[in-house]
C-alpha cells in the first residue's frame, strides 16, 4: 500500500503567520491528493483534492500543490480557527491511505 | 444538502459483530458516480480507510481487513451498512461515514457523518 508520511508532526505557530505543511508518499499518487481538516470531536473537512483543487467553501487562504511524491498545503495567514489537525490522504491506488497528521497548534 | 449519520452499538464485546448503518439524505446511491464510503479513527490517531460501495453496487475493501469486512447499500432506504464481525478491542474507535466527491474516478470526500465511537471490551 501506499505509506503516505507528513511533517512536521506538530507546528506551533502564532497567528497571522504562513506555513507550509508536508505531505510525501512512498511512490507516485499523481495529483490524486486530498487534504483534511480535523478539530477535536468534529468529523474530517475537505479543503483540497487533486492536489490543488479548494473545496466549496474553502478559504483562499488555503492552497495546496504538488504531484508525484511530493505535496505542501499551504495557509497563507493562520487563523484562529485553523489550529486543528491536518491529513493527506492519496486516493491513487487501493487502499485508500491517510498520512499521520500535522498538529498545528497555537505558539 | 447532503447530510450522513451513523448509528450503531457504542459498546461491543469482543468476539461479537458491528453492524454499523449510515443514514444519508440529499443524494441517492444510484446515481452514476456515487459512493459511500466507511472510515474509522482509533483514540488520538490517524484515520483508516475500510470500504467503499459504488453506485453499481461495486465494493472496495481494506487488504488488511477485507475477511471481516461486509459493505451493503440498500438504495431505498438511503442507507449504507458495514459489518466487521469478531471485534477486538484495537478495533475501538470512532466510525465515519462519507460520500464521495462525486466524479468518476474521485477519492477524496466531501461530506462526512458525525462519526459514532465505539468501543470493544468485555
Known amino acids: 500500500e501506499v505509506v503516505m508520511t507528513q511533517s512536521p508532526a506538530t507546528l506551533s505557530v502564532s497567528p497571522g503567520e504562513r506555513h507550509t505543511l508536508s505531505c510525501r508518499a512512498s511512490?507516485?499518487?499523481?495529483?490524486?491528493l486530498a487534504w483534511y481538516q480535523q478539530k477535536p470531536g468534529q468529523a474530517p473537512r475537505l479543503l483540497i483534492y487533486?492536489?490543488?483543487t479548494r473545496a466549496t467553501g474553502i478559504p483562499a487562504r488555503f492552497s495546496g500543490s504538488g504531484s508525484g511524491t511530493e505535496f505542501t498545503l499551504t495557509i497563507s495567514s493562520l487563523q484562529s480557527e485553523d489550529f486543528a489537525v491536518y491529513y493527506c490522504q492519496q486516493y491513487n491506488d487501493w487502499p485508500l491511505t491517510f498520512g499521520g497528521g500535522t498538529k498545528v497548534e497555537i505558539k | 444538502q447532503i447530510t450522513l449519520k451513523e448509528s450503531g452499538p457504542t459498546l461491543v464485546k469482543p468476539t461479537q459483530t458491528l453492524t454499523l448503518t449510515c443514514t444519508f439524505s440529499g443524494f441517492s446511491l444510484s446515481t452514476s458516480a456515487v459512493a459511500v464510503a466507511w472510515f474509522r479513527q482509533p483514540p488520538g490517531k490517524a484515520l483508516e480507510w475500510l470500504a467503499l460501495v459504488y453506485w453499481d453496487d461495486d465494493k472496495r475493501y481494506r487488504p488488511s481487513l477485507k475477511s471481516r469486512l461486509t459493505i451493503t447499500k440498500d438504495t431505498s432506504k438511503n442507507q449504507v451498512v458495514l459489518t466487521m464481525p469478531n471485534m477486538d478491542p484495537v478495533d475501538t474507535g470512532t466510525y465515519f461515514c462519507a460520500h464521495r466527491v462525486a466524479y468518476h474516478g474521485s477519492g477524496s470526500f466531501d461530506y462526512w457523518g458525525q462519526g459514532t465511537l465505539v468501543t470493544v471490551s468485555s
Open positions: 511512490q507516485s499518487v499523481s495529483s490524486n
Open positions: 487533486g492536489a490543488s
